[in-house]
T-cell receptor
Framework: GAVVSQHPSRVICKSGTSVKIECRSL??????MFWYRQFPKQSLMLMAT?????????EQGVEKDKFLINHASLTLSTLTVTSAHPEDSSFYIC????????????FGPGTRLTVL | GEDVEQSLFLSVREGDSSVINCTYT??????LYWYKQEPGAGLQLLTY?????DMKQDQRLTVLLNKKDKHLSLRIADTQTGDSAIYFC????????????FGSGTRLSIRP
């Protein structure tokens, strides 16, 4: 099946710094990628939909100036958590939509962000 | 609004069948999914069913859909220790290309 990678898998940073997370579709092109956030023992909550070459669409309650999304190519989307604070600590998961195959979302392995 | 609910925990004996239940509220759901998440890992799509189907079977997995009651279930036959994980029920309101609404996940534990 299609493979989606995320980098880094784990990051620890100090409060006030910015962190960039990459999401790559390895063997297919993805015009659309999704970013989810998962708190411990809770479900995934969609944060935003990332479209290649255009602005991301954010879900209600998600600060677009805090969570910057860039989808500059058909295989890469990045999520930058700006001025991170401890409450931003979470598991961030991306998915990429493979329109060429079964029109299915494939999920990355996730990035664990810990803000001290 | 859109909501997906499932019980938080399930414990079964190795070799028995596991049945994980889910209810959803959006009657326009087109795709209904079951995902598996192992500790520290991303989501793996186990199976999905179209809203116009009642049942889908794939090896040890059987999905049943009662569209009238908006109830979805996942049965895992001959449950093994490797089946220990969190299982998420999910739905796409329009198509698999749109956002997916997830349930809170059911943690399945296997006892010997």
């Amino acid at each position: 099946g299609a493979v989606v990678s995320q980098h880094p898998s784990r990051v620890i940073c100090k409060s006030g710094t910015s962190v960039k997370i990459e999401c790559r579709s390895l063997d297919f092109q993805a015009t659309t990628m999704f970013w989810y956030r998962q708190f411990p023992k809770q479900s995934l909550m969609l944060m935003a939909t990332s479209n290649e070459g255009s602005k991301a669409t954010y879900e209600q309650g998600v600060e677009k100036d805090k969570f910057l999304i860039n989808h500059a190519s058909l295989t890469l989307s990045t999520l930058t958590v700006t001025s991170a604070h401890p409450e931003d600590s979470s598991f961030y998961i991306c998915s990429a939509l493979d329109r060429g195959g079964y029109n299915e979302q494939f999920f990355g392995p996730g990035t664990r962000l810990t803000v001290l | 609004g859109e909501d997906v609910e499932q019980s938080l925990f399930l414990s079964v004996r190795e070799g028995d069948s596991s049945v994980i239940n889910c209810t959803y509220t959006d009657s326009s759901s087109t795709y209904l999914y079951w995902y598996k998440q192992e500790p520290g890992a991303g989501l793996q799509l186990l199976t999905y069913i179209f809203s116009n189907m009642d049942m889908k079977q794939d090896q040890r997995l059987t999905v049943l859909l009662n569209k009238k009651d908006k109830h979805l279930s996942l049965r895992i036959a001959d449950t093994q220790t490797g089946d220990s994980a969190i299982y998420f029920c999910a739905e796409s309101p329009y198509s698999s290309a749109s956002k997916i609404i997830f349930g809170s996940g059911t943690r399945l534990s296997i006892r010997p």
